[in-house]
Protein backbone atom coordinates (compact mmCIF):
# COMPACT_ATOMS: atom_id res chain seq x y z
CA UNK A 1 0.00 0.00 0.00
CA UNK A 2 1.64 3.52 -1.32
CA UNK A 3 2.15 5.85 1.78
CA UNK A 4 1.40 8.74 -0.32
CA UNK A 5 -2.27 10.14 -1.20
CA UNK A 6 -3.29 11.32 -4.24
CA UNK A 7 -5.68 14.68 -4.37
CA UNK A 8 -6.85 15.16 -7.92
CA UNK A 9 -8.96 19.07 -8.38
CA UNK A 10 -11.15 19.26 -11.40
CA UNK A 11 -11.54 22.68 -12.59
CA UNK A 12 -14.29 24.42 -14.37
CA UNK A 13 -12.45 23.67 -17.51
CA UNK A 14 -12.36 20.45 -16.81
CA UNK A 15 -8.43 20.48 -16.17
CA UNK A 16 -7.46 18.53 -13.30
CA UNK A 17 -4.69 19.04 -11.04
CA UNK A 18 -3.16 16.08 -8.76
CA UNK A 19 -1.71 17.00 -5.49
CA UNK A 20 0.75 14.32 -4.23
CA UNK A 21 0.33 14.10 -0.21
CA UNK A 22 2.20 11.93 1.92
CA UNK A 23 -0.07 9.83 5.03
CA UNK A 24 2.08 10.64 7.68
CA UNK A 25 2.87 14.64 6.94
CA UNK A 26 -1.71 14.83 6.56
CA UNK A 27 -1.89 13.34 9.95
CA UNK A 28 0.52 15.72 11.45
CA UNK A 29 -0.86 18.06 10.09
CA UNK A 30 -4.51 17.11 10.71
CA UNK A 31 -3.16 16.77 14.64
CA UNK A 32 -1.39 20.03 14.74
CA UNK A 33 -4.49 21.65 13.83
CA UNK A 34 -6.85 20.10 16.49
CA UNK A 35 -4.03 21.06 18.82
CA UNK A 36 -4.59 24.78 17.86
CA UNK A 37 -8.47 24.45 17.14
CA UNK A 38 -8.30 23.34 21.60
CA UNK A 39 -5.73 25.89 22.31
CA UNK A 40 -7.90 28.92 20.93
CA UNK A 41 -11.05 27.25 22.42
CA UNK A 42 -9.36 27.21 25.90
CA UNK A 43 -7.52 30.96 25.12
CA UNK A 44 -11.15 31.95 24.93
CA UNK A 45 -13.09 30.43 27.65
CA UNK A 46 -10.05 31.83 29.85
CA UNK A 47 -10.33 35.18 28.05
CA UNK A 48 -13.95 35.71 28.58
CA UNK A 49 -14.08 34.70 32.50
CA UNK A 50 -10.97 36.97 32.98
CA UNK A 51 -12.97 39.70 31.61
CA UNK A 52 -15.95 39.10 33.78
CA UNK A 53 -13.82 38.89 36.56
CA UNK A 54 -12.48 42.33 36.08
CA UNK A 55 -15.31 43.68 35.56
CA UNK A 56 -16.57 42.26 38.55
CA UNK A 57 -13.39 43.83 40.64
CA UNK A 58 -13.83 47.25 38.69
CA UNK A 59 -17.34 47.45 40.47
CA UNK A 60 -16.20 46.50 43.70
CA UNK A 61 -13.03 49.33 43.10
CA UNK A 62 -15.89 51.38 42.37
CA UNK A 63 -18.04 51.08 44.61
CA UNK A 64 -15.38 51.09 47.64
CA UNK A 65 -14.12 54.12 45.96
CA UNK A 66 -17.63 55.99 46.12
CA UNK A 67 -18.06 54.80 50.06
CA UNK A 68 -14.55 56.38 50.34
CA UNK A 69 -15.75 59.89 49.57
CA UNK A 70 -18.35 59.49 51.25
CA UNK A 71 -16.65 58.61 54.62
CA UNK A 72 -14.18 61.58 53.85
CA UNK A 73 -16.93 64.01 53.01
CA UNK A 74 -19.11 62.62 56.55
CA UNK A 75 -15.67 62.66 58.23
CA UNK A 76 -15.17 66.75 57.14
CA UNK A 77 -18.42 67.53 57.96
CA UNK A 78 -18.32 65.90 61.21
CA UNK A 79 -14.80 67.70 62.22
CA UNK A 80 -16.63 71.08 60.91
CA UNK A 81 -19.60 70.62 63.21
CA UNK A 82 -16.86 69.68 66.02
CA UNK A 83 -15.67 73.46 64.70
CA UNK A 84 -19.12 74.52 65.12
CA UNK A 85 -19.04 73.12 68.76
CA UNK A 86 -15.50 74.75 70.18
CA UNK A 87 -16.50 78.25 68.26
CA UNK A 88 -20.20 77.91 70.06
CA UNK A 89 -18.37 76.69 73.63
CA UNK A 90 -16.37 79.62 73.47
CA UNK A 91 -18.74 81.64 72.74
CA UNK A 92 -21.20 80.32 75.72
CA UNK A 93 -18.38 80.52 77.89
CA UNK A 94 -17.38 84.00 77.35
CA UNK A 95 -21.41 84.62 78.06
CA UNK A 96 -21.35 82.74 80.86
CA UNK A 97 -18.31 83.91 82.30
CA UNK A 98 -20.02 87.73 81.81
CA UNK A 99 -23.26 86.37 83.70
CA UNK A 100 -21.53 84.61 86.36
CA UNK A 101 -19.51 87.50 87.03
CA UNK A 102 -22.53 89.59 87.06
CA UNK A 103 -24.60 87.43 89.09
CA UNK A 104 -21.63 86.91 91.52
CA UNK A 105 -21.37 90.78 92.04
CA UNK A 106 -25.07 91.22 92.47
CA UNK A 107 -24.78 88.40 95.02
CA UNK A 108 -21.98 89.56 96.86
CA UNK A 109 -23.65 93.25 97.24
CA UNK A 110 -26.69 91.94 98.42
CA UNK A 111 -25.07 89.85 100.98
CA UNK A 112 -22.90 92.38 102.15
CA UNK A 113 -26.25 95.10 102.75
CA UNK A 114 -27.60 92.39 104.64
CA UNK A 115 -24.36 91.72 106.89
CA UNK A 116 -24.53 95.29 107.46
CA UNK A 117 -28.64 95.30 107.63
CA UNK A 118 -27.96 92.58 110.54
CA UNK A 119 -24.53 94.24 111.77
CA UNK A 120 -26.41 97.09 112.92
CA UNK A 121 -29.36 95.26 114.22
CA UNK A 122 -27.09 93.67 116.87
CA UNK A 123 -25.00 96.75 117.62
CA UNK A 124 -28.28 98.38 118.30
CA UNK A 125 -29.72 95.93 120.80
CA UNK A 126 -26.05 96.47 122.59
CA UNK A 127 -24.75 93.14 121.15
CA UNK A 128 -21.03 92.91 120.84
CA UNK A 129 -19.74 90.99 117.95
CA UNK A 130 -16.44 89.43 118.76
CA UNK A 131 -13.18 90.92 117.28
CA UNK A 132 -9.93 89.26 116.65
CA UNK A 133 -7.38 89.07 119.57
CA UNK A 134 -3.98 88.56 119.04
CA UNK A 135 -3.00 85.49 120.45
CA UNK A 136 0.03 85.19 123.27
CA UNK A 137 2.95 83.61 122.86
CA UNK A 138 2.67 82.58 119.14
CA UNK A 139 3.85 83.45 115.83
CA UNK A 140 4.55 82.92 112.44
CA UNK A 141 4.58 83.71 109.06
CA UNK A 142 0.90 84.72 107.46
CA UNK A 143 -0.14 82.68 104.79
CA UNK A 144 -3.53 84.19 103.15
CA UNK A 145 -6.33 81.62 103.17
CA UNK A 146 -7.50 80.24 99.81
CA UNK A 147 -11.16 81.24 100.46
CA UNK A 148 -12.70 83.95 97.95
CA UNK A 149 -14.55 86.72 98.79
CA UNK A 150 -18.18 85.19 98.18
CA UNK A 151 -17.07 82.61 100.31
CA UNK A 152 -15.77 84.86 103.21
CA UNK A 153 -18.92 86.41 102.78
CA UNK A 154 -21.19 84.20 103.14
CA UNK A 155 -19.38 82.61 106.56
CA UNK A 156 -19.76 86.62 108.04
CA UNK A 157 -24.16 86.02 107.18
CA UNK A 158 -23.68 82.74 108.56
CA UNK A 159 -22.10 83.98 111.71
CA UNK A 160 -24.34 86.91 111.66
CA UNK A 161 -27.61 85.19 111.26
CA UNK A 162 -26.43 82.16 114.25
CA UNK A 163 -25.80 85.38 116.39
CA UNK A 164 -29.40 86.33 115.63
CA UNK A 165 -30.94 83.24 116.41
CA UNK A 166 -29.37 82.98 119.34
CA UNK A 167 -30.47 86.53 120.17
CA UNK A 168 -34.31 86.29 122.18
CA UNK A 169 -36.05 88.87 120.17
CA UNK A 170 -40.04 89.56 119.52
CA UNK A 171 -42.27 88.47 121.97
CA UNK A 172 -43.15 85.20 123.94
CA UNK A 173 -47.12 85.70 123.41
CA UNK A 174 -48.59 88.96 122.15
CA UNK A 175 -50.75 90.55 125.59
CA UNK A 176 -49.68 93.83 126.46
CA UNK A 177 -47.14 94.73 129.71
CA UNK A 178 -49.06 94.99 132.67
CA UNK A 179 -46.05 95.67 134.67
CA UNK A 180 -42.61 96.86 133.16
CA UNK A 181 -38.96 96.09 134.21
CA UNK A 182 -37.32 98.20 137.23
CA UNK A 183 -38.34 99.53 140.45
CA UNK A 184 -41.73 99.67 141.46
CA UNK A 185 -44.57 98.78 143.89
CA UNK A 186 -45.02 95.21 144.51
CA UNK A 187 -48.38 94.08 143.95
CA UNK A 188 -48.73 92.21 146.98
CA UNK A 189 -47.48 93.85 149.64
CA UNK A 190 -47.09 97.52 148.23
CA UNK A 191 -43.68 97.86 149.12
CA UNK A 192 -40.95 99.26 146.39
CA UNK A 193 -38.96 96.54 145.28
CA UNK A 194 -36.95 95.97 141.92
CA UNK A 195 -39.24 93.68 139.20
CA UNK A 196 -36.07 91.34 137.59
CA UNK A 197 -38.98 91.43 133.87
CA UNK A 198 -42.22 92.24 132.75
CA UNK A 199 -45.44 90.86 133.32
CA UNK A 200 -47.47 90.54 130.36
CA UNK A 201 -51.16 90.10 129.82
CA UNK A 202 -52.56 86.56 129.02
CA UNK A 203 -55.46 84.22 128.94
CA UNK A 204 -55.08 81.00 130.95
CA UNK A 205 -53.66 78.51 128.91
CA UNK A 206 -52.55 80.88 125.98
CA UNK A 207 -49.30 79.48 124.21
CA UNK A 208 -45.79 80.84 125.58
CA UNK A 209 -43.07 80.98 122.39
CA UNK A 210 -39.11 80.65 122.59
CA UNK A 211 -37.82 84.36 121.52
CA UNK A 212 -34.72 82.26 120.20
CA UNK A 213 -32.95 78.97 119.83
CA UNK A 214 -31.56 77.39 123.03
CA UNK A 215 -31.47 75.01 125.35
CA UNK A 216 -33.75 74.33 128.57
CA UNK A 217 -31.72 74.21 131.46
CA UNK A 218 -34.56 74.40 133.99
CA UNK A 219 -38.32 73.14 133.65
CA UNK A 220 -39.56 72.99 136.88
CA UNK A 221 -41.58 74.57 140.27
CA UNK A 222 -39.85 77.27 141.25
CA UNK A 223 -40.84 78.87 144.44
CA UNK A 224 -42.46 82.46 143.90
CA UNK A 225 -42.13 81.67 140.19
CA UNK A 226 -44.14 79.16 140.13
CA UNK A 227 -44.30 76.59 137.40
CA UNK A 228 -41.15 78.15 135.53
CA UNK A 229 -38.96 77.52 132.29
CA UNK A 230 -35.01 78.72 131.90
CA UNK A 231 -33.88 78.58 128.30
CA UNK A 232 -30.02 79.52 128.04
CA UNK A 233 -29.10 80.63 124.20
CA UNK A 234 -25.41 79.53 124.49
CA UNK A 235 -23.96 83.79 123.82
CA UNK A 236 -24.28 85.22 127.45
CA UNK A 237 -28.50 85.32 127.24
CA UNK A 238 -30.88 83.40 129.23
CA UNK A 239 -34.74 83.99 128.97
CA UNK A 240 -37.28 82.67 132.38
CA UNK A 241 -40.92 82.20 132.13
CA UNK A 242 -42.70 82.11 135.28
CA UNK A 243 -46.18 81.96 136.46
CA UNK A 244 -47.32 79.05 134.21
CA UNK A 245 -49.90 76.72 133.84
CA UNK A 246 -47.74 74.17 132.87
CA UNK A 247 -44.69 73.72 130.85
CA UNK A 248 -44.27 71.88 127.71
CA UNK A 249 -40.47 71.47 127.38
CA UNK A 250 -38.38 69.22 129.67
CA UNK A 251 -34.52 70.19 131.20
CA UNK A 252 -32.31 69.32 128.21
CA UNK A 253 -34.49 69.92 125.51
CA UNK A 254 -33.42 71.70 122.33
CA UNK A 255 -35.62 74.60 121.11
CA UNK A 256 -35.96 76.92 118.19
CA UNK A 257 -37.65 80.35 118.08
CA UNK A 258 -41.47 80.56 118.19
CA UNK A 259 -41.37 76.65 119.72
CA UNK A 260 -44.03 76.72 122.31
CA UNK A 261 -42.35 75.58 125.89
CA UNK A 262 -45.61 76.15 128.13
CA UNK A 263 -48.59 77.82 128.71
CA UNK A 264 -50.15 81.14 130.95
CA UNK A 265 -51.26 80.53 134.26
CA UNK A 266 -50.80 81.88 137.85
CA UNK A 267 -48.83 79.30 139.77
CA UNK A 268 -46.30 81.15 142.75
CA UNK A 269 -46.82 84.11 143.71
CA UNK A 270 -48.51 85.61 141.36
CA UNK A 271 -52.02 87.92 141.97
CA UNK A 272 -53.51 86.69 138.77
CA UNK A 273 -53.27 85.32 135.26
CA UNK A 274 -49.83 86.35 133.61
CA UNK A 275 -46.37 85.74 132.11
CA UNK A 276 -43.50 86.98 134.20
CA UNK A 277 -40.87 86.79 131.06
CA UNK A 278 -37.48 87.86 132.47
CA UNK A 279 -33.92 88.55 130.05
CA UNK A 280 -30.25 87.92 131.55
CA UNK A 281 -27.56 88.73 129.90
CA UNK A 282 -24.14 87.58 131.46
CA UNK A 283 -26.30 86.72 134.66
CA UNK A 284 -27.83 90.11 135.03
CA UNK A 285 -31.72 90.97 134.58
CA UNK A 286 -31.81 93.63 131.51
CA UNK A 287 -35.05 95.25 130.75
CA UNK A 288 -36.17 92.81 127.70
CA UNK A 289 -38.64 95.85 126.31
CA UNK A 290 -36.29 97.08 123.41
CA UNK A 291 -36.03 93.19 122.39
CA UNK A 292 -38.82 92.63 122.28
CA UNK A 293 -39.80 95.55 119.91
CA UNK A 294 -38.52 93.76 117.30
CA UNK A 295 -41.58 91.60 117.13
CA UNK A 296 -40.98 91.47 112.91
CA UNK A 297 -37.58 91.22 112.83
CA UNK A 298 -38.05 86.98 113.23
CA UNK A 299 -39.75 86.94 110.22
CA UNK A 300 -37.08 88.79 108.67
CA UNK A 301 -34.57 86.80 110.00
CA UNK A 302 -36.25 83.78 108.56
CA UNK A 303 -36.11 85.56 104.73
CA UNK A 304 -32.70 86.83 105.27
CA UNK A 305 -32.05 82.96 106.07
CA UNK A 306 -34.00 81.81 102.43
CA UNK A 307 -32.10 84.17 100.65
CA UNK A 308 -28.60 83.10 101.77
CA UNK A 309 -29.33 79.45 101.16
CA UNK A 310 -30.85 80.82 97.37
CA UNK A 311 -27.63 82.77 96.94
CA UNK A 312 -25.18 79.62 98.35
CA UNK A 313 -27.08 77.32 95.51
CA UNK A 314 -27.31 80.06 92.81
CA UNK A 315 -22.88 80.32 92.91
CA UNK A 316 -22.58 76.31 93.27
CA UNK A 317 -25.20 75.99 90.32
CA UNK A 318 -22.75 78.59 88.32
CA UNK A 319 -19.58 77.09 89.36
CA UNK A 320 -21.08 73.46 88.59
CA UNK A 321 -21.99 74.85 84.83
CA UNK A 322 -19.24 76.23 84.33
CA UNK A 323 -17.21 72.48 85.09
CA UNK A 324 -19.54 71.01 83.18
CA UNK A 325 -18.74 73.47 79.99
CA UNK A 326 -15.18 72.94 80.79
CA UNK A 327 -15.45 68.89 80.79
CA UNK A 328 -17.10 68.77 77.87
CA UNK A 329 -14.63 71.46 75.84
CA UNK A 330 -12.09 68.85 77.49
CA UNK A 331 -13.86 65.58 75.77
CA UNK A 332 -14.46 67.77 72.15
CA UNK A 333 -10.84 69.16 71.79
CA UNK A 334 -9.02 65.56 71.45
CA UNK A 335 -11.96 64.21 69.25
CA UNK A 336 -11.49 67.37 66.92
CA UNK A 337 -7.68 66.35 66.73
CA UNK A 338 -8.52 62.79 65.89
CA UNK A 339 -11.07 63.72 63.08
CA UNK A 340 -8.73 66.33 61.53
CA UNK A 341 -5.22 63.56 61.60
CA UNK A 342 -7.85 60.82 59.75
CA UNK A 343 -9.17 63.52 57.05
Request: hydrophobic share 40%; aromatic share 4%; net charge positive.
Amino acid sequence: MSDHIHIIITGAKEKARTILLSRKKLKLGIAFSVVLLCAAVVGAIVSTRILVENSNLNAQVAAMNLKLIESTQESRNYADRVDDLLSMKTSQTATFEAEKEALVNKTLAEFNERNQLIENIIKNLGIKIKKHTPIANSGGPYIAPSESLQEDLLLRADKNLDILRRTPLGRPLSGQISSPFGYREDPINGEKGFHSGVDMQGKRGEKVMATADGIVIQASNNGDYGRFVEISHGNGFTTSFAHLQEYKVKEGDKVKRGQVIGLVGSSGRSTGVHLHYELCQNGNPINPVTFMQTADLSKKIAIEEIKAGASKKMIAVASLAKQAQEQTLIRISPLAIKIRKKI
